[in-house]
């Protein structure tokens, strides 16, 4: 366990000076709100730091490193892997008021801002411009660009257009140092010089606080076209996911439901073929109207090669918009249905999803655990969320996640998509295996404070 100082008076008072009192939250109700992001775990700071500019960023970080206190770099707590909470107490740097596109370029393509604006508030300006940030985490109308890029954050359009490392082409950040360093470019390419850009991108914050970002921009799809196809074995289904990206088609969504997701949105289903359907896949294409209603049909005809029950056109915006209502409401039901609900989302070779989905039942039994899986069926990644009736049970479903992960690994997958490593997943993959403490468990870790510490702070 690292040996930290506690905020004392005098380090209060300096902080303080250094970044001004009004930047400074001190009172347990406040705290409170620091002291979590959006799983389980929580720990609260001993001070909240809301900083509006890199210099108090800056400043803060330098005295964290002076008197040896800990810092958590904080975006909006939306976080599913604990890497916003801050285990050693100290210091919690919210970044959630450095709020502002400062600019928005269309000539050049770009969108220029602070860590702390909203995914969906971004695409929405740019919008209004004919112009996409394709982008979209599940949480992105209450995430954080800066969160985004500190996991490299996907979402459903992954398939086609990438992860958010795609389109952060240059960066201001902090170092654990306080030194302020700018990494990229302005333009569309950049070959000149290390890549320091890009290793910043998903390092959840254990090389640096990421304090302005330079977003590549692309004109705007004409239009949209949604499927919705069902099927009697899930196997079945993310059989039809390969062989759709195998003949060449690249949707801009390929999302999947399984059966217990079914039956627990089933009276938001307003498709009569869902009652007995053992999986739903979500087929999305965009561009021009022509060429994407000829590559639709096509994939329709896909589906019903490998099995599907029934294909359905969901053409107009709101059709579409219901599909997704439903696909996002999964993880809010069944965290109001079971006591006990742990996230997990990991990543196999397009070849192995069937493989993977088809061995999810076996856990079930072992473990005495209830599996609801959905996901981005298009690049790999598959939610996995492990349920049980009774919170006493949870040793046994850790114990399930850890050989569930074991498995995947053996698949040449890895043991996180988007989600991030955080405090959740802090283990080391050794020859297919995982050592240490279990997934959700709080293992060691230090905190954000200089280039000399071996093993600085996760955060998001």
């Not at 949209?224 to 003949?247: E, G, N, W």
């Not at 349920?387 to 997958?413: F, P, Q």
């Amino acid at each position: 366990m690292p040996s930290y100082s506690p905020i004392t008076p005098e380090i209060l008072s300096e902080i303080k000076g250094a970044v001004g009192s009004d930047a400074v939250i001190q009172t347990t109700e406040k705290l409170c709100e620091f002291e979590k992001d959006a799983g389980e775990d929580a720990c609260l700071p001993e001070l909240v730091v809301e900083a509006t500019s890199p210099r108090q960023v800056s400043a803060l970080l330098r005295l964290a490193n002076r008197y040896s206190f800990p810092v958590t770099p904080r975006g909006l707590g939306t976080g599913l892997a604990g890497g916003a909470i801050p285990l050693f107490g100290g210091v919690v740097l919210s970044l959630a008021k450095m709020n502002r596109i400062l600019s928005i370029e269309k000539d050049n393509l770009i969108a220029v801002v602070e860590p702390g604006v909203i995914t969906l508030d971004l695409q929405n300006a740019v919008r209004r411009e004919n112009l996409f940030y394709p982008p979209d985490p599940a949480s992105l109308d209450t995430c954080s660009i800066g969160g985004n890029a500190a996991t490299n954050a996907g979402g459903p359009s992954c398939v086609k257009y990438g992860t958010t490392r795609e389109y952060v082409l240059g960066l201001e950040a902090v170092l654990p140092s306080g030194e302020i360093v700018e990494a990229g470019v302005r333009t569309r390419k950049g070959v000149v010089g290390y890549d320091l850009r890009h290793l910043l991108l998903g390092s959840e914050g254990t090389l640096g606080v990421i304090t302005k970002l330079i977003l590549k921009l692309i004109p705007h799809p004409q239009t949209i076209t949604t499927l919705v196809a069902f099927f009697p074995k899930l196997t079945s289904a993310m059989d039809a996911v390969t062989a759709m990206l195998v003949r060449g088609h690249v949707p801009c969504a390929v999302e999947f439901l399984d059966d217990r997701c079914l039956e627990i949105t089933g009276d938001l289903l307003p498709f009569e073929e869902a009652r007995l359907a053992k999986a739903m896949l979500i087929i999305e294409t965009d561009g021009v109207q022509r060429v994407i209603e000829e590559e639709m049909e096509t994939i329709g005809e896909i589906c019903m090669e490998q099995g599907a029950v029934n294909v359905v056109m969901a053409p107009d915006s709101l059709k579409r918009a219901r599909i997704w209502e439903i696909r996002r409401e999964v993880s809010l039901r069944i965290e109001d249905r079971f006591p006990l609900y742990l996230h997990e989302d990991v990543v196999v070779p397009i070849g192995k999803i069937a493989d993977l989905v088809g061995c999810l039942r076996g856990f079930e039994g072992e473990y005495g655990i209830k599996i609801y899986s959905f996901g981005h069926a298009g690049d790999g990644n598959i939610h996995v969320n492990i349920t049980a009736e009774d919170r006493k049970c949870r040793d046994r479903a850790e114990e399930g996640i850890v050989n569930l992960l074991k498995k995947v690994l053996s698949m040449g997958g890895t043991i996180s998509g988007e989600h991030g490593i955080g405090i959740a997943k802090k283990t080391v993959p050794t020859d297919g295996a995982l050592c240490g403490k279990h997934p959700h468990s709080k293992g060691n870790q230090t905190s954000l404070r200089s280039p000399a510490d071996t093993e600085p702070r996760e955060n998001i």
